[in-house]
């Protein structure tokens, strides 16, 4: 905005800067200023690297309450299962899960139920992540013989009440191994996955952490397209008798119809 003021001798306009106009400018150049420094933070987080992150401590874990009947009399079984996470660093973690559990029955001339608190040491284990495709474990562990034990047992996880007939094969007394272990993944080809599982326990007859002296290893290969996964376990004793399990786990997404329940089929052999 301009004004003009005529000068004796020059009949020229002589532009003249208006106030306002100067203080809409000030106006506007702290407002760009405000804005830039409020977007500062956000633009420094998204330079922020993975290693700059600091992972806490995680206490969780699960409560299940299970009936069963057998022979016409009543079972309830109570589970609490807590699970710790502690991160030691970037690289390292250590992780542990108690199992309490009881089986109440009624006892004859006896009112309510009664029952025996079971304690047992899932794991405990100290896991280094080498990188992307291998982790090293030592400690206590859950024995990777097929993918019941370590994938579907929690009780906020499995669909049964009761365990597969198949479970305690190749897995110990405690489905669970005092050892070492290394296991990974890595991507074979464009959508397909490879998993393994190389394992070694020794024996301990300790209550509440007692494992058998075996070795073995699992792989399994997924394939992205079709959810169907596919593998192979191998155990084998002290004794030097070898077990061989096959298990096979297909998983099936959403299908196209009113339904969104997935389907999904597993089974062990």
């Not at 987080?45 to 057998?70: C, H, M, R, Y």
């Not at 030592?138 to 198949?166: M, S």
């Amino acid at each position: 905005m301009y004004i003009t003021v005529p000068l004796h001798g020059d009949r020229r306009p002589l532009p003249t800067r208006n106030p306002l106009a100067g203080r809409l400018e000030r106006f506007w150049t702290m407002l760009l200023l405000l804005a830039g420094l409020c977007s500062a933070p956000r633009l420094l987080a998204q330079g922020l690297q993975v290693e700059d992150t600091k992972p806490v401590p995680l206490l969780t874990g699960s409560v299940g309450f299970i009936t069963t009947f057998d022979g016409g009399q009543t079972h309830l079984g109570p589970i609490v299962t807590p699970v710790v996470l502690v991160p030691l660093g970037q690289r390292w973690l250590f992780e542990t899960r108690i199992d309490l559990e009881s089986d109440l029955t009624q006892v004859p001339g006896e009112s309510g139920f009664h029952g025996k608190l079971e304690k047992n040491v899932d794991y405990a284990q100290l896991d280094f992540i080498v990188n992307r495709y291998m982790t090293v474990t030592a400690g206590r562990f859950l024995t990777p013989f097929n993918i019941y034990n370590e994938r579907l047992y929690p009780v906020w996880i499995r669909n049964l009440q009761t365990d597969p007939l198949i479970l305690p094969i190749g897995i110990g007394p405690s489905n669970a191994s005092n050892g070492a272990m290394v296991r990974g993944g890595f991507k074979a080809r464009p959508g397909m996955d490879v998993n393994y599982a190389v394992y070694f326990s020794a024996l301990t007859t300790t209550n509440y952490v007692d494992a058998a002296r075996f070795a073995g290893g699992r792989a399994g290969v997924f394939v992205r397209k079709t959810r169907l996964e596919f593998g192979g376990s191998f155990s084998t004793l002290a004794a030097g008798q070898p077990q061989q399990r096959v298990w096979v786990s297909r998983y099936l997404g959403t299908i196209p119809c009113s339904s969104r329940a997935a389907r999904r089929v597993r089974a062990l052999f």
